[in-house]
């Protein structure tokens, strides 16, 4: 695509045909990452010999306008459908990118939100990790097994550790303590 183009004028590439302003469907271009298709409704200046698109600043803009919606609508698209399509939850993959809880359903919503490049990359990549992949790179980048989720499993946990004795120790002291108190008094 070549800058500077008038309304109706001599192609510069030819110098046979004319450029105007050209609206077609099927047209595509490399924007960021992605190849998008142009919207039918940019008009762009073309040559009607040799297909030259000349970009001007007024077209520039709203061609970059127009690319910024769709490219934001697919990454978001993308995002959504990899994390639907994932064995691997939301939250361990929130987890795994240090990502505050409930981050990812914000983004994949019906909000404004949209993620960036990085992120929505980083997200496919470890939703078609598995599980087991994800928590072994937890393990690789905390030195850490991830924390239990959900106040559920908290409070499971802490039910255990007052059946399996960690506690029993304390009652103890406790009650050998009260008996010395009762033994002295009397």
Known sequence: MKSTATK????????????????AAGRETPYKTLILPIPSSVGIPTCDNCGTEWIDDSTAASLDAALEKEYRARLKALLKTTLDKSVVSKAAIERALGLSQGYLS?????????????????????????????????????????????????????????????????????????????????
């Open 8 to 23: 109706s004028s001599r192609c510069a590439e030819c110098g046979v045909g004319t450029v105007e302003p050209k609206q």
């Open 106 to 186: 914000h983004l994949t919503g019906s909000g404004d939100k949209v993620p960036s490049e990085a992120l929505a990359y980083s997200v496919i990549s470890i939703a078609q990790a598995g599980t087991s992949d994800v928590e072994a790179l937890w393990t690789r980048l905390s030195g850490v097994r991830p924390p239990a989720l959900g106040k559920a499993q908290v409070a499971k946990k802490n039910s255990a550790a007052r059946s399996s004795g960690r506690t029993a120790g304390l009652r103890a002291r406790r009650s050998s303590t009260k008996a010395t108190a009762t033994k002295r008094a009397s």
